[in-house]
Every structure is written in structure tokens, then in C-alpha cells.
């Protein structure tokens, strides 16, 4: 059973990362220079490990972010903060996917095998950590303290997140509530701080500022519900990753957590012994898809994904109209219409 | 065998850290108080981990250092930047710890059971980068950006050296000269900051910041090789881990390049065995141990020890006689005749 068969309401708008990906091309090829300038070491293993995943690439959603904010923001010529502030922003993120990875023991990221199974989870550790300090010392040459305040504490917060997923998450009575503080803090968080930088970069009024991480902090949501639907329905060339992962980590995500309450009655031995007890199999997954989709409970998701899009969109409109802010709009709609 | 038998110059004075303690005793009050504030978070493990190791406390000696180094620069009354960047050296040392007892499979840390044997190693990676994170934040409120600057690249540099150490340090062909490099990137680097920032954070002039920032180097460089003599001699008691623990990991230390040096010829069997080969046994530790007092490794390396103890002395000379730089003078000697 595939997404295509997931209805989907006919009226949502189709997004797109390209048009936004087109106007940030010479702007991110500076940021694409001092990513891999500043990867470097004499340490030879550092660079090796950070370009299997830098290299790798991914969409650079997050400094694309901090780019566009600064662009949509009003500012045009050179923008020397946002560039650094924006490779900054990718290390933070890589360094998360790194210590992320020995985590959850995850095989595959980016598409391609864990860094960790390759050079070991030491270190993965280690070089996240240098990543990660290799942020600040970005941040520090921008002068610009605020937004190091707004990087430093998204850097927490994501923390904080995945100690909370991490001790709450295998917990079938996980409520939704706590569901979306996990991944308004792991994920969501550094969407917002990434828009926020790239505004405060260039000295945006504080309506902008705010606006700009509003709309960061929905369009992470909105991601990161997408990307939990898509773990019960998408193929691992468009993940990144293995589909099935959340669950054969144990890990409760939205569309289970739904598909658990639309069951409940019928399916509750299934659920408690493949979550609470954690004794999973590949046919427990594929029966866990049936119930999940069969439920309704990724197109629900998917819904909910949807409010958020449409809440980011609506942030922008505190801003002038311009190429920057409707490409904005149309990565809103794009990180959801992915998936469906 | 006891370090009490390894002959150690009768001149060498005999150092203390008391007084530094007592005259710090009300600045680190308050360092101890915003330490204590700012681990808490709504996610109960991380406080209950941070906990397990910062009240647990060890010395405190980085934090002591960036305390000390803004009194003995001349600042008098409230020093409220040092204190806040002392805090923040002392979470990014927290930090380095509980990611260095992943990377070592250490099992056991100031005295007590390393945390990720109790609460699992994905928490002690995860609440390792909330403290770091935490730092930042920290350093953010000073308003200094200089401190920043240097804390963020100490940071780097601690990090590429213990990938640099794990890449390396199990090699018996490991040379003197990146031993050293090792050393000073993963232990002195951070004394170094702690007292530069300490000074920096009380507006000092060059020269000051400068000799400070050299006293911070020598100190630790010192407290380090007198570690690494002490893991061939000590008691667990004094050590805060298992004596031995260097040897059972393979790393290589001065203690035993110079022992494999000093017994060429005789020895190569068994250090190639034990080191390169990576088979040891308790037996083996005992051996290695006679093999490394017996040929004055230890002596050698305490007498190394010594000669950057008497570097940081020297450092000193830059600033005006006081209660504080003659407490500084006395930790020097401190950092090696708490061994012998």
C-alpha cells in the first residue's frame, strides 16, 4: 500500500522547493564555500566524516532558511552575516543528524550508510562536537550577539527535545500534546532560529523578525508531520531513510498514536506488544502500515501538517510583497504536497 | 608498587590548591548557584544527570581558574561576567566529560559510576550538547564577544583533539611531539580559555590577557602529564578513576612511549602484544606498570611535568604581586606535587 492511495483533499496547492532554490543560488553557493572551507582540519578523519554527510547535501532547507529570511526581509546586495549565520545553521543541524544517528542506531541517513557504522559512534560524537563548536566560532565573526542568543538557545531547546523523544517516546500513552512539544523542540526550533538569524542578520524591524520565525517554526512543524506520514508510506529514495524506521525503533509518532486510538477495543494487543513490549518483526510493520493508513490516521496527519503550511503562509503576509516571500509561500506548501 | 618510591627532586616545592579555594570562596558561590540554576529543565534526566557529575564536582579547577584570573587581573566588587563564563567553562568541561565516557566506555568518573552506565549512553551524548549549548547561552548574556570567541574556538580545538587522541593514541609509533599536541588540544586548551576569558571579562590589557592566557597552557599541560604519570601509580582514591584505566584502553601516554623507548630491544614482544595488538590482561597492567616506574618513565614524566609547572610560574611574573597571583603561583606547584 502506497501514499497514492492516501486521499488527499483536491483543493490543497502543490509546492515547490525550486523556485526558492533558483533566486538562493549565488547567495548558497557562498554558503556551499564556507561549509566546506570551514569543515576542515588537519584532523584527517573530520573532514572525511563531515563531508560524507555535508557533501551529501540533503536540500539545505535550514540555511536556505536563514537566506531567504534575510532576502525576504528587505536586503539586497552582499549579505555577509546571513552567509555565515546560514553555514552556521547547517553545522548545528549536521551535528544533531551525527550524535542523532548514535541515538537511535540508526543504518541510514542522507540516503546513504550512517556515519557512525562507517568511522564509529565515537566518532561521530566527536566530530558533531567540533561541528557544533565550529558554529559559534561563525557566529562570533558576524559580531552580531543576538543572533548567536537565538542559535544558542534553539541549540538547547533541540536538546532538551531529544531527551524528552528519547525517554518518552516509546510510551504508547504519549499524548499529542507532548508529541508536538518534541517536535516543536527537535525539529521545528531550528526552522524558526534559522529564519530569525537570517532577519536579525540584517537588522530586520522586530514585526519581520517575528514574522519570519513564525513562519520557520510551522513550516517545521509541518515538515516534520509530513516526514511522520511518509515513514508509513514513502520508499526510502525520497525519505532519506528506511521507511518503517519510527516504528521498528518503537518510536510513537502522530499517525501511530491515532492509529492506536482508532483501534483501540480491537487492536490493543497488537499495539502493547509491539510498542509497549517492543517485540516488532517486518510482518508486525507491514501490519502496522495496514492499521495506520487503513485508519485514516496519515491522512490525518497529513491534515494537521496542512493547518501548519497553511499557518506559515499566513506569517508571510507581514511581509512586502517580493520573488523572496512568494517562494516562501510555495516551500510551505511544498513540505507537505511532497509526501501526497 | 607506589608512586611513593619514584625519586622526585627534594627541591621541588610542594604546592597547594587551598588558597586559591578560599580567596575564590565567595565568587564561587555564586558560580556554584547559576551552575546549579541553569542544569534544570522540565525534562527530568537531564538535571538527575547533570547532577551525578557537577555536584559531584571535582575541583572545579577551570571554573576556579576564570574566577582567578579576573581577580588577579585587578578587578575588585561584583565581577558578574567572569561569573557567568565560569559557569559556561565549567559546563563545556561537564560536557566534554560525559561525551569522553561514551567515546572511552569509561566506567567510572569523579569517584563515582560514569553517568552512561546508568542512565545510558544516547542520554549522556544528548545532555552533553544541552550543557554545551547551555555554555553558549551563558556567554551570550555577558555581552562579550571576545569571550565568546575564545571559549567557541577551545571548544574546536578540544574537540578535533580527541579525535586526533582516538585516532592515534593506540599506536606505539605515536612520536613525543603529537602527544603533546594532543594533550594541550584535549586538556590545556580549556585552562588556557578559562583564564583568558576570566581576564577578558574584566576588560584586562593585552599583556595581562596574554600572560594569563599562558599561565592557563602551562597548567594544564602540567596537570595532564601528572595524570597521565599518576594512572602507573596512583590509588583510584586520588585518581577519580581506575589507576591502570590508560593502559586497559591501550591508549598510549608519555609514561609508556618512554618506557617502550627505554626498553627497546628487551620489551618489543610485549608492548607490541599488549598495545598494538590490544591483548592485555590484569597481569599484563602489573607488568607494564614495573616495566614504566622501573626504566623512570614516571620520574621523566613528572619532571616534564615540573618544567611547565615552572612555565606557568614564569607567566606570572606579567602581573602585580597580590594574594591572588601568589595563590595562582601555589595551584602551578599544586598540579604536580599532588603526586609525588
Avoid: C
Avoid at 566546506?36 to 551529501?56: F, G, T, Y
Avoid at 519581520?208 to 526510502?236: E, H, K, P
Wanted: aromatic share 6%; net charge negative.
Amino acid at each position: 500500500m502506497s501514499l497514492d492511495a492516501v486521499p488527499v483533499a483536491e483543493t490543497r496547492r502543490k509546492g515547490d522547493v525550486e523556485p526558492l532554490v533558483r533566486l538562493a543560488g549565488p547567495d548558497m553557493a557562498a554558503v556551499d564555500a564556507l561549509i566546506v572551507e570551514r569543515m576542515q582540519s588537519q584532523v584527517p578523519v573530520i573532514p572525511m566524516l563531515a563531508d560524507h554527510l555535508v557533501a551529501a547535501g540533503g536540500k539545505r532547507l535550514r540555511p536556505l532558511l536563514t537566506i531567504a529570511a534575510a532576502r525576504a526581509a528587505g536586503a539586497s546586495g552582499p549579505i555577509e552575516a546571513p552567509v555565515r549565520l546560514a553555514a552556521a545553521v547547517e553545522f548545528i543541524h549536521t551535528a544533531t543528524l551525527l550524535h542523532d544517528d548514535v541515538v537511535d542506531s540508526s543504518d541510514l541517513r542522507r540516503g546513504k550508510v550512517a556515519a557512525h557504522l562507517i568511522w564509529g559512534a565515537p566518532s561521530s560524537v566527536l566530530v558533531g562536537d567540533y561541528l557544533f563548536a565550529r558554529a559559534f566560532e561563525l557566529m562570533v565573526e558576524t559580531g552580531r550577539m543576538r543572533a548567536l542568543g537565538i542559535l544558542a538557545t534553539a541549540s538547547s531547546v533541540i536538546s532538551e527535545g531529544e531527551v524528552l523523544q528519547l525517554t518518552r517516546a516509546h510510551d504508547l500513552n504519549l499524548d499529542q500534546a507532548t508529541y508536538l512539544r518534541i517536535i516543536s523542540a527537535k525539529t521545528a526550533e531550528l526552522f524558526a532560529a534559522a529564519a530569525e538569524a537570517g532577519a536579525v542578520g540584517v537588522d530586520a524591524d522586530d514585526a519581520t523578525v517575528a514574522a519570519l520565525r513564525a513562519y520557520g517554526l510551522n513550516l517545521g512543524l509541518a515538515f516534520q508531520l509530513a516526514d511522520d506520514a511518509l515513514d508509513y508510506g514513502g520508499q526510502s529514495e525520497v525519505l532519506g531513510k528506511n521507511a518503517g524506521d519510527d516504528f521498528r525503533e518503537g518510536k510513537v509518532t502522530l499517525p501511530l498514536l491515532l492509529a492506536a486510538a482508532r483501534t483501540r477495543g480491537r487492536e490493543d494487543a497488537f499495539w502493547d506488544r509491539t510498542i509497549n513490549k517492543g517485540e516488532r518483526t517486518e510482518d508486525d510493520f507491514r501490519r502496522a502500515r495496514e492499521l495506520i493508513v487503513g485508519s485514516g490516521s496519515v491522512a490525518a496527519t497529513l491534515d494537521l501538517a496542512w493547518d501548519y503550511a497553511d499557518l506559515a503562509r499566513d506569517a508571510l503576509s507581514a511581509l512586502p510583497a517580493s520573488d523572496w516571500r512568494a517562494a516562501l509561500e510555495r516551500l510551505a506548501d511544498f513540505a507537505v504536497s511532497r509526501v501526497a
